[in-house]
C-alpha cells in the first residue's frame, strides 16, 4: 500500500499492477483493491462516490464485495439475503433469513474488512427487484469489532490462497440508511418507490469488470510458470538422447518442447485477447454514462467467453509446466504449486466456467436464429449465417485456418441449434431441450472462444510493424497456435468439413517442424516476459541458472535443519524404537 501511494496508483488500479503478484499466496486486501474499489467507482452515484471513496483510497474503510450464498454462487438471482425498505425510518433492512443465505467466501471478509459491498434481494412497497448492491459497515472504523446485529468470521483452510481469509457473514434485521444503496443505476426514494435502471443487469457490472481483469491475470501466472519451466529445461540434462553421448539439455527433447511451446503461444494469445476486451470495454463504459447500453450484452458474453478460455488454459499449462519439471515441480520453492492453486480457483469465481461458456451458448443460438430470420446481430457473431470465404484463402494459410475455425463453429452451432428443435419437438419444453443439449452447447462455446482468441492473435501479430525480426518469430508461434489447436480439436473440423484427413496430417507434420524452429527461441521468449526473480520468486526459474545451489540453500532453511536432532525423535521415535512394536 506505500508503495502504491508513493507511486501515486489509484486504488481501482492497484490489482493490475505487479503489486499482488509479490504477494503469492493471496492477500487479504486483493478484493479491497480490486472489486469493492471498482463497485464503489461504477455503481456509487457521485454523492456516495464522494462519501466513501476517500476514505477507502486511504484505507480508513476496507472493503469486500459479499455476494455469493454458502447456497447460491452461481445462481445470483436465487440468493437469499434481504434488504427490505422501512418507510417508517427510510432504513433498509438486511437479515439472513436461513442457513443458506448465509454470505460465503468473499475475500477479506473474515478478519480484514469492515465493510461490503452485499448483493440483497431488495424489497420495497411489498415488492421484489430482485439483486441489488448495498455499501454495508460490518465492523466498528475505530475498534474493528463486528456490529451488532453482524456475524462475521473465516471460512477456513482453502486449496491454495491461504494468505487471505475468505469469510462468512450473516445479518440480523441489521439497519443501514437508504442512501447506502448504490444508486447510480436504480433507486429507492424517500417514499420507497423504485426507479429502474436503464439495463436490468447495470447491478453486475462489477462482475464483467472483474471477469476482464482476470484474463489479464491469467496470462501473467501463465507467463511466470513458463518462464520458470523453460529456463528450468534449458538448465537441466538428463538421459541420453543418442546413446553414449552426453546427456542434453532437456529442452532438446520434442515432447519438451511439446509441452511447453503451445503454453509461452498462449501467453500471447490471452495477452492479445485480453487487451481486445479491455479496449471494448472502456468503450461500453463510456457509453453507459453517456445512457447508451447497446453493446453491454456483446461486452458481457466476450468478457464471460475470455475468463472461461483463459482460466482454464492458465491452469492447465501451469500444471503441464510444474509437471514438465519433473520432481522439482513438485517442490514450492519452485514457484509452481503456489502458481497453480492460485490460478485454478479463477476456473470457479466470478462466475464458474461451464455456466459462463452456457451464457455463450445462449447468445451464439439466439443470434443464429436472428440472423436466420434477417434480423440485425452484432459483429462478432455475424458469421454464424454469412456465407463462407474459405476458398479465397490460399489452401492452409493462416487466413484459411482462421476461416476454417469460424466455418466449423458456425457448423456447430448450426447442428446443435437443430438438436436442440429436435429434442424441443420432444420434450415440448425449452428448458428440458436446453438442459439435453447443454454439452454440446458448452462445446460451441468454446469453439467460438478459441476462434475469437486465435483471430485476435493472428490480427495482432500481423500489425506489428516495429521489428520485422520480432514480428516473424511471433508469426512462428502464432502459426503454433493456430496448428497445436486445430489437432486438439480434429473432429470439429473434420465433420465441418473444413479441413480432411490428409490437410491435418500435413498440419501436424508442419508442428513439429514449428517445435523445432522456435526451439532456439524459447529462452529469449521467456526472457522478455522480463520478470525479476523476486516476482517469480521460484528456485529453478531464477536468471542465472544457478538451479541446484538455490534448491540447496532453500532447503537449508527448512525449520527442521535448524537441529540435526529433532524433537520428534525424542518424544515419539525413540520410544517407537525402544518399544519392540
Ligand atoms: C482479482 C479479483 C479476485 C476476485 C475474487 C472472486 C470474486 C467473486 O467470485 S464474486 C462472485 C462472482 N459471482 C458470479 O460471477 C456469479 C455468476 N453468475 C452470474 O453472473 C449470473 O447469475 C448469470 C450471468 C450466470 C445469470 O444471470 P441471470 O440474471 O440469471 O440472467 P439469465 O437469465 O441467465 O440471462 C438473462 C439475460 O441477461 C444477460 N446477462 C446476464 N448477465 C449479464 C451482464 N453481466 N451484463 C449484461 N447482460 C447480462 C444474458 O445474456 C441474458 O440475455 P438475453 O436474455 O438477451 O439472452
Ligand atoms: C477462492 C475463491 C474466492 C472467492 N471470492 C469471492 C468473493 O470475494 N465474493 C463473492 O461473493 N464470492 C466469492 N467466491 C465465490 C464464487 O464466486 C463462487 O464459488 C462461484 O461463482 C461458483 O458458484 P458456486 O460455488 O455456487 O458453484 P455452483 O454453481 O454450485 O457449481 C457447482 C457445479 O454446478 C454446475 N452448475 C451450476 N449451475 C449450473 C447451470 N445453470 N447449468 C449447468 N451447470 C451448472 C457448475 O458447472 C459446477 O460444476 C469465491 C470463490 C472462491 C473459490
Known amino acids: 500500500m506505500r508503495k502504491l501511494a508513493e507511486h501515486n496508483?489509484?486504488?481501482?488500479?492497484?490489482?493490475?499492477?505487479?503489486?499482488?503478484?509479490v504477494l503469492r499466496d493471496g492477500n487479504p486486501l486483493i478484493v479491497h483493491t480490486s472489486m469493492f474499489a471498482n463497485a464503489l467507482a461504477s455503481l456509487a452515484n457521485p454523492k456516495q462516490q464522494q462519501q466513501w471513496v476517500p476514505l477507502a483510497e486511504k484505507n480508513r474503510i476496507i472493503g469486500t464485495y459479499a455476494q455469493t450464498e454458502i447456497g447460491h454462487g452461481t445462481f445470483v438471482r436465487g440468493l437469499e439475503t434481504t434488504a427490505i425498505f422501512d418507510p417508517e425510518t427510510k432504513e433498509f433492512v438486511l437479515h439472513s433469513p436461513t442457513i443458506t443465505s448465509t454470505k460465503w467466501w468473499p475475500g477479506g471478509l473474515g478478519k480484514t474488512a469492515n465493510a461490503a459491498i452485499v448483493m440483497a434481494q431488495l424489497y420495497t412497497q411489498g415488492k421484489c427487484y430482485g439483486p441489488h448492491p448495498f455499501f454495508v459497515q460490518l465492523r466498528d472504523f475505530d475498534t474493528h469489532h463486528s456490529?451488532?446485529?453482524?456475524?462475521?468470521?473465516?471460512?477456513?483452510?482453502?486449496?491454495?490462497?491461504?494468505?487471505?481469509?475468505?469469510g462468512y457473514l450473516r445479518f440480523d434485521h441489521y439497519r443501514i440508511p437508504r442512501t447506502n444503496m448504490l444508486m447510480r443505476h436504480s433507486q429507492v426514494l424517500e417514499d420507497g418507490s423504485y426507479v429502474k435502471p436503464i439495463h436490468n443487469k447495470l447491478s453486475y457490472g462489477t462482475m464483467v469488470w472483474t471477469r476482464v481483469a482476470i484474463v489479464h491475470s491469467c496470462s501473467k501466472k501463465l507467463a511466470c510458470a513458463v518462464t520458470i519451466a523453460t529456463r528450468y529445461s534449458a538448465v537441466r540434462h538428463q538421459s541420453e538422447l543418442v546413446p553414449g553421448k552426453p546427456e542434453p539439455q532437456i529442452l532438446e527433447y520434442q515432447t519438451q518442447q511439446y509441452k511447453l511451446l503451445p503454453h509461452i503461444a498462449s501467453v500471447f494469445a490471452i495477452l492479445f485477447s485480453a487487451s481486445s476486451v479491455l479496449r471494448m470495454q472502456r468503450n461500453v463504459a463510456a457509453s453507459i454514462s453517456k445512457g447508451n447500453v447497446e453493446l453491454l450484452p456483446e461486452l458481457h458474453i466476450l468478457s464471460c467467453a475470455m475468463k472461461a478460455l483463459s482460466s482454464q488454459d492458465s491452469t492447465q499449462g501451469i500444471e503441464t509446466c510444474r509437471l514438465a519439471c519433473g520432481g522439482h515441480g513438485y517442490i514450492a520453492s519452485s514457484g509452481l504449486p503456489s502458481l497453480y492453486t492460485s490460478t485454478t480457483c479463477t476456473i470457479t469465481y466470478e462466475g464458474e466456467n461451464t455456466v459462463l461458456l452456457l451464457q455463450v451458448a445462449r447468445y451464439l443460438i439466439k443470434s443464429y436464429r436472428a440472423g436466420l430470420e434477417g434480423l440485425p446481430v452484432l459483429p462478432s457473431v455475424m458469421y454464424l449465417t454469412a456465407p463462407s470465404a474459405m476458398h479465397q484463402s490460399p489452401p492452409l494459410s493462416n487466413q484459411a485456418l482462421i476461416e476454417a475455425f469460424r466455418i466449423s463453429s458456425a457448423n456447430l452451432v448450426k447442428e446443435t441449434e437443430s438438436r436442440l428443435c429436435r429434442q424441443f419437438n420432444l420434450e415440448q419444453n425449452f428448458h428440458y431441450a436446453w438442459n439435453r443439449c447443454s454439452v454440446a452447447l458448452v462445446h460451441c462455446a468454446e469453439l467460438h472462444s478459441r476462434y475469437y482468441m486465435c483471430e485476435k492473435f493472428l490480427s495482432t501479430v500481423e500489425s506489428i510493424r516495429a521489428s520485422d525480426r520480432v514480428r516473424s518469430v511471433l508469426q512462428d508461434l502464432c502459426r503454433l497456435y493456430l496448428i497445436h489447436h486445430i489437432t486438439l480439436n480434429q473432429g470439429h473440423f473434420l465433420r465441418s468439413g473444413t479441413l480432411s484427413g490428409v490437410d491435418l496430417s500435413t498440419l501436424e507434420e508442419e508442428m513439429y517442424e514449428l517445435l523445432a524452429k522456435l526451439r532456439p527461441q524459447a529462452v529469449p521468449l521467456v526472457d522478455a516476459f522480463d520478470f525479476r526473480d523476486e516476482l517469480l520468486g521460484s528456485t529453478l526459474g531464477a536468471w542465472d541458472g544457478r538451479v541446484y545451489e538455490r534448491l540447496y540453500e532453500e532447503a537449508q532453511k527448512s525449520p527442521l535443519n535448524k537441529t540435526d536432532v529433532s524433537k520428534a525423535y525424542h518424544k515419539y521415535l525413540q520410544p517407537l524404537m525402544k518399544s519392540n512394536l
Do not use: M
Open 9 to 21: 496508483i489509484p486504488l481501482r488500479e492497484a490489482s493490475i499492477t505487479q503489486v499482488h503478484s
Open 147 to 166: 456490529l451488532p446485529g453482524v456475524i462475521l468470521g473465516e471460512i477456513g483452510p482453502r486449496l491454495g490462497i491461504n494468505s487471505q481469509d475468505n
